[in-house]
C-alpha cells in the first residue's frame, strides 16, 4: 500500500542550527503539508503547497520555516535556526484531492530535538 | 473551548464495550474528520463526514455529527484491545473558502483493558 515516507526519523540538533526535514509523498498526489505536534499537545498546521508553491500557512510557519519541492517525489521542510521551542514531531501529509475534500496520509513523523 | 476540542481526555473501558468520543467546535465546517494515533505513530484516517451528513458509518465505527450544535461523535463498537489509540477529530474552516489547513483537537487517549 503506498505511504508516507519521512526521514530522519528521530533527528537532535543545536541551537541555531539549520535543520532539514525530508519527506517522500505518495506519487499521485497532489497536495503536501507539514504539521507538527509538541510532546502531549495538539496537532498543528503549518503549511501546505500545491502547484509548486505554498497555498496556506499557518502563524507558526514564520521567517524560520521553508518548504521545497526539489524534485518530482521529495517535499522537505527547512529550519533556517532552530530554536528550543521547535522540539517537535513533524509530520508531513499528502492528499489527492485537497481543500479538505478527502483524507489526509500522514507519515510516521521526524522527530526533532532541539537542545 | 477551541476549534476541535475532544472529551474525555482519556477513557478507559474493559474489552468489548463500546467507546464514546466527543468533539466539539467552534466555527462552520465544510467537513469533519475522525484520525487515530498509536503512541508515537503518525497519524491514520478513519472516517470523513461532510457537514450536510448527520451519521456515517465503517465497519465498528460510527460518526455522528450535528451542525446545529457544532458537535460530533465517534463510536467504536465491541472495543478491542488494538483500539488502544488517542483519536482526534479535526475540521478544516468554512468561513477560510475550505482553505487547506485542519485543526484538531488536543485528542482522547482510548485505553482497552484485555
Known amino acids: 500500500e503506498p505511504e508516507v515516507t519521512q526521514t530522519p526519523s528521530h533527528q537532535v540538533t543545536q541551537m541555531g542550527q539549520e535543520v532539514i526535514l525530508r519527506c517522500v509523498p505518495i506519487s499521485n498526489h497532489l497536495y503536501f503539508y507539514w504539521y507538527r505536534q509538541i510532546l502531549g499537545q495538539k496537532v498543528e498546521f503549518l503549511v501546505s503547497f500545491y502547484n509548486n508553491e505554498i497555498s496556506e500557512k499557518s502563524e507558526i510557519f514564520d521567517d524560520q520555516f521553508s518548504v521545497e519541492r526539489p524534485d518530482g517525489s521529495n517535499f522537505t521542510l527547512k529550519i533556517r535556526s532552530t530554536k528550543l521551542e521547535d522540539s517537535a514531531m513533524y509530520f508531513c501529509?499528502?492528499?489527492?484531492?485537497?481543500?479538505?475534500?478527502?483524507?489526509?496520509?500522514f507519515g510516521e513523523g521526524s522527530r526533532l530535538t532541539v537542545l | 473551548s477551541q476549534q476541535g476540542e475532544e472529551d474525555p481526555q482519556a477513557l478507559s473501558i474493559q474489552e468489548g464495550e463500546n467507546a464514546t468520543m466527543n468533539c466539539s467546535y467552534k466555527?462552520?465546517?465544510?467537513?469533519l474528520q475522525w484520525y487515530r494515533q498509536n503512541s508515537g505513530r503518525g497519524l491514520v484516517h478513519l472516517i470523513l463526514i461532510r457537514s450536510n451528513e448527520r451519521e456515517k458509518h465503517s465497519g465498528r465505527l460510527r460518526v455522528t455529527l450535528d451542525t446545529s450544535k457544532k458537535s460530533s461523535s465517534l463510536l467504536i463498537t465491541a472495543s478491542r484491545a488494538a483500539d488502544t489509540a488517542s483519536y482526534f477529530c479535526?475540521?478544516?474552516?468554512?468561513?477560510?473558502?475550505?482553505?487547506?489547513?485542519?485543526?484538531f483537537g488536543k485528542g482522547t487517549h482510548l485505553i482497552i483493558q484485555p
Open positions: 466555527t462552520s465546517i465544510n467537513n
Open positions: 479535526a475540521t478544516d474552516a468554512k468561513e477560510r473558502g475550505g482553505a487547506d489547513g485542519l485543526t
Open positions: 501529509a499528502s492528499s489527492a484531492s485537497g481543500r479538505n475534500t478527502g483524507e489526509l496520509f
